[in-house]
């Protein structure tokens, strides 16, 4: 079990893919832990393992040495791609979840049709995910991460392939969801900015193999503006520590 109060926790986790040179270490001793109920950011150069790092805690792969603890038992864990079935439409797709769980699916509709709403899908229940924007995707995608009933979510870059003006649209509409649900979120970003305005702590990691070289706490008000002259001074101080061991 995580310690007290503290919802995700990474202790020394270390891993290596083979190669043809016999191995390829992108984590070496990672340690980082996340309060319950608070939003983490994973940052880092491209390619230095925070991708890896999700997968270990989700449990899709197995770390070399060091551990992992995640309140709950198990997290939801959303991919870069929004990983939606074509052949079903949004409330199908949301209803996932409680198929896969084995959960009553009365209750889990219901639960499902109150979410369309605040997740901006209302009157799209039933369109398939071809008829639906890109913003639209990741919003459903969010919302089935959300309705598999765990503590912790696993989000690895949710917003990465959006263009600018949706990307800046999404980060208002997630900031306002979590604080309605509060779930413990770990976070992957190559957006500096989306991390300062988003998170509680922003951990950097070093280029591969990735350790942790920084955690920097973001203690700002919520809702937060980009313009805030207290966004651009936190965005220096972790872009400070990428600068540094890049």
């Given at each position: 079990?995580?310690?007290?109060?503290?919802?995700?926790?990474?202790?020394?986790?270390?891993?290596?893919?083979?190669?043809?040179?016999?191995?390829?270490?992108?984590l070496?001793g990672?340690?980082?832990?996340?309060?319950?109920?608070?939003w983490?950011?994973?940052?880092?150069?491209s390619?230095?393992?925070?991708?890896?790092?999700?997968?270990?805690?989700?449990?899709?792969?197995?770390?070399?040495?060091?551990?992992?603890?995640?309140?709950?038992?198990?997290?939801?864990?959303m991919p870069?791609?929004?990983?939606?079935?074509?052949?079903?439409?949004?409330l199908?797709?949301?209803?996932?979840?409680?198929?896969?769980?084995?959960?009553?699916?009365?209750?889990?509709?219901?639960?499902?049709?109150?979410?369309?709403?605040?997740?901006?899908?209302?009157?799209f229940?039933?369109?398939?995910?071809?008829?639906?924007?890109g913003?639209?995707?990741?919003?459903?995608?969010?919302?089935?991460?959300?309705?598999?009933?765990?503590?912790?979510?696993?989000?690895?870059?949710?917003f990465?392939?959006?263009?600018?003006?949706?990307?800046?649209?999404?980060?208002?509409?997630?900031?306002?969801v979590?604080?309605?649900?509060?779930?413990?979120?770990?976070?992957?970003?190559?957006?500096?900015?989306?991390?300062?305005?988003?998170?509680?702590?922003?951990?950097?990691?070093?280029?591969?193999?990735?350790?942790v070289?920084?955690?920097?706490?973001?203690?700002?008000p919520?809702?937060?503006?980009?313009?805030d002259?207290?966004?651009?001074a936190?965005?220096?101080?972790?872009?400070?520590?990428?600068?540094?061991?890049?």
């Amino acid at each position: 079990m995580a310690g007290e109060g503290v919802a995700v926790e990474f202790r020394g986790v270390s891993f290596s893919y083979p190669s043809r040179r016999g191995s390829l270490s992108v984590l070496a001793g990672v340690s980082l832990s996340v309060p319950a109920g608070r939003w983490a950011t994973v940052i880092g150069p491209s390619g230095c393992g925070k991708t890896t790092l999700l997968k270990v805690g989700a449990g899709l792969i197995s770390p070399d040495a060091g551990a992992v603890s995640i309140a709950g038992g198990s997290p939801a864990y959303m991919p870069q791609a929004d990983t939606l079935l074509p052949w079903r439409d949004a409330l199908a797709n949301a209803l996932l979840p409680a198929e896969v769980a084995g959960r009553s699916l009365g209750p889990a509709r219901a639960e499902a049709r109150a979410l369309f709403h605040e997740f901006g899908l209302a009157g799209f229940e039933r369109a398939y995910p071809h008829e639906l924007s890109g913003g639209m995707r990741q919003r459903l995608a969010l919302m089935r991460t959300l309705l598999s009933h765990r503590d912790v979510l696993l989000l690895d870059e949710p917003f990465g392939g959006l263009d600018a003006l949706t990307r800046a649209s999404l980060q208002e509409w997630i900031a306002t969801v979590w604080m309605s649900h509060r779930k413990t979120i770990l976070f992957v970003t190559h957006d500096v900015e989306e991390a300062v305005l988003l998170s509680d702590q922003v951990h950097v990691l070093s280029p591969r193999p990735a350790r942790v070289v920084a955690t920097c706490p973001i203690v700002l008000p919520r809702p937060r503006l980009r313009t805030d002259p207290r966004i651009a001074a936190a965005r220096g101080e972790v872009l400070g520590h990428l600068s540094f061991h890049a």
